[in-house]
Every structure is written in C-alpha cells, then in structure tokens.
T-cell receptor, first 111, second 117 residues
Framework: QQQVKQSPQSLIVQKGGISIINCAYE??????FPWYQQFPGKGPALLIA?????SEKKEGRFTISFNKSAKQFSLHIMDSQPGDSATYFC??????????FGTGTRLTVIP | GAVVSQHPSRVICKSGTSVKIECRSL??????MFWYRQFPKQSLMLMAT?????????EQGVEKDKFLINHASLTLSTLTVTSAHPEDSSFYIC?????????????FGDGTRLSIL
C-alpha cells in the first residue's frame, strides 16, 4: 500500500519555467514532510521540508505548499535550470520516525 | 555537516556469497539508522530501522535472517546480505538520524549498488 502518492511520474520543463510536483497522503499522524532530490547513482539529498502547521515554506527557488485539510503538498521549483534535472521524492514521516516515500518524479529541464 | 558515508559504492559477486555494506555517520552520532532498498526507477522501500545497541526492527516481508543488521556504535551500522542471489540485486541506501527527538532529519548515504551474478 502506497502511503504517499506522487504525481506526475515524469515532467519536462523548459529552462526558466516552473516545475510543480504534487503529493497526497492519508495518514493524519504524519508530522513532517520532506522533499528529496536524487541524482543517478546517488542517495537522496534533503531539499526542503515542512511541518503540517505551516502552509508554505520557501527556500531560494524551492517552495513547498501544504494543504492540511486536503492532505496534499506540492513542490514548486521556480526558474527551473538544467542542473535541476533529477528525480524528486516527496516523503512523510510517521510516528516511528519512519519515512514513507512517494514514487518519485523524474524532472528534465530542457535548455 | 551531517555526512553519511556508505561503503562500498558497488559490489559485484557470485550467487551464494555474503556481502557486507557499511554505513557511517562522519560528523554526528547516529542514534538511529535506516536501511532502504531501491529498484531501478522506483521509490525507496524501508527495510529496517536500527537503534544503537539494540536489535533492528524489520519491515513486513523483509527476512531478518537474510538481511543481518548490526548497529554496534553511534557512528556505524552494517547490513549483511547473506547467501545473496540474483533477486537480491538492487540499490541499497542507508540513512542516519541523530538524537532521540523526532524533529531531526534523516541524512542519506550515496548507496551501494549490489549485483549478484
């Protein structure tokens, strides 16, 4: 059972455009929602994270929007660059500090 | 800070061999370490959680006798894949978390690609 659903599976964006990746969850006990960036052959790197008592968090070109009532959250990458091309995973943390990952979004930014 | 080192980065070995993968936290004490498995183009699936000095907690469907986890110190956890077979070929990734409070993030290693011939 996939605890965190992520879409789209793949995304192609022009350089300078906005990349948007969406995630949804069911378990209201989740208390922390990080986004990870993974390059081929590497482990995931923490990009940005949010807690459910905040509706938006921005760090540089990356913004998380969080809708607690809808149990949805999204990652926006502004001014997308070719170097942003990677696989992005959303995740949610459960009570045992376990992370449940989404299925990933492969982002390609075209120059 | 918060660097997690995983070794080796790649292993190729024959079927029936046991393989040990090390996960080290280089600049912090990891009270909890996690082991994940990732198949190509798929998400990370948690295999087990280990706390320093205690037995690992395995996720449903993960054979504890097949995947031996040891977390003997605050900076080192090992995963041993015993009698590995081709279906065990995968990308294994560890992560580490410091402290006992829940607001500490997990920091990931760069993974180990295991190929069983």
């Amino acid at each position: 059972q996939q605890q965190v659903k992520q879409s789209p599976q793949s995304l192609i964006v022009q350089k300078g455009g906005i990349s948007i990746i969406n995630c949804a969850y069911e378990n209201t006990a989740f208390d922390y929602f990080p986004w990870y960036q993974q390059f081929p052959g590497k482990g995931p790197a923490l990009l940005i994270a949010i807690r459910p008592d905040v509706s938006e968090k921005k760090e540089g070109r990356f913004t998380i929007s969080f809708n607690k009532s809808a149990k949805q959250f999204s990652l926006h990458i502004m001014d997308s660059q070719p170097g942003d091309s990677a696989t992005y995973f959303c995740a949610a943390r459960g009570g045992a500090n376990n992370l449940f990952f989404g299925t990933g979004t492969r982002l390609t930014v075209i120059p | 800070g918060a660097v997690v080192s995983q070794h080796p980065s790649r292993v190729i070995c024959k079927s029936g061999t046991s393989v040990k993968i090390e996960c080290r936290s280089l600049d912090f004490q990891a009270t909890t370490m996690f082991w994940y498995r990732q198949f190509p183009k798929q998400s990370l699936m948690l295999m087990a959680t280990s706390n320093e000095g205690s037995k690992a907690t395995y996720e449903q469907g993960v054979e504890k006798d097949k995947f031996l986890i040891n977390h003997a110190s605050l900076t080192l956890s090992t995963l041993t894949v015993t009698s590995a077979h081709p279906e065990d070929s995968s990308f294994y990734i560890c992560s580490a978390k410091s402290g006992t409070v829940s607001n500490q993030p997990q920091h990931f290693g760069d993974g180990t690609r295991l190929s069983i011939l």
